[in-house]
Every structure is written in structure tokens, then in C-alpha cells.
């Protein structure tokens, strides 16, 4: 008897993606189901991953409870009240391969709105279980990382002339 698979070419899955990665899955490629045990073997629960514009200070707080504990200062917020700056915030990644701190709602505000203007409603991926703090926070968006890319050669190309210049 001939099976029906031994006919079909094989076919190969993409890499795991961002997603995947976050969650913890590992995937057998030829299937693309979930391998037991996962990645490490445990999932990512709190894993978020969403819309900019669904992205709120009050989830940020809630969704890294590690951070947003040492209140540094407090200031006028947008919501028009008192609120506070944390010390011991989350850092959100600019395409630029800086970051910012965003310490309250004003400076998540800030960058939603410098992030929207130039690249749109991105997807963002909130990962709490990250074990850098630069691996947190993700953008998932092909022109922020063609930006974040052309910015890295940039420098790359800088760090170079300065490094053979006399």
C-alpha cells in the first residue's frame, strides 16, 4: 500500500516565529504542530501580543509586575490627573536602536504617538518572561525593522571610518 504522504512533496515550515518563540512552542517543521515539552519546556502565559492602539499604561503595569514598583516622581499625566514615574520601568525599542524609558503614561503617550505618525498601528509583543530587558518589549513591523537595520549600518559604517581614520 502506498500512503498518501510518501506521494506529496515534503514540505518545509517556516522558522518559528515571534510569537512562537515568546510562547515558548517549538515546532516540529515538517507539520508545524507544537513538539511537546516546548521550547525549554514551559509556555509563556503572559505573553501579550497586540495592536499599538490597543496598548494602554494600566495593561504595561499589570503585564510586568516585576517593574512598576519604585514610584520616582509624580506628574500631570494625560488623563488630566496626578500620577506617578517609575523608576524601575520597561524600556520600549526606537528604530533607531535606541530606547525609551516609558516610566509613566505621558512617556508611553509620547512614543505611541512618534511611533504611530512614522510607521502606523504596529504589533507589539509584551514578554514579562524575557530574561534582558531589551527582548521585552518587540515591534513586530518590516519597516521598523528595515529602519532599526539601515540604522545599525550606519553606525557600523561610522565606527569604521573612525576606526581607519589617522
Known sequence: MIKLKSLLPEQQLPDASMTDLAQGLNRDPMTGNPMPGGAGGTVNLNYKELPLDQLKFD???????????????TRMQPDGKEG?????AVTFPNPNDTSTVIGDMESLEDWKDKTKRRFGNVKIILNPEADVHWEKVKIEDDKFDQ???????????????????E
Open 59 to 73: 495593561l504595561l503595569v499589570k503585564t510586568f509586575p516585576k517593574n512598576y514598583n519604585q514610584v520616582h516622581f
Open 84 to 88: 506617578p514615574y517609575y523608576k524601575d
Open 147 to 165: 529602519d532599526k537595520q539601515d540604522a545599525d549600518s550606519a553606525k557600523m559604517d561610522m565606527l569604521k571610518q573612525w576606526g581607519t581614520s
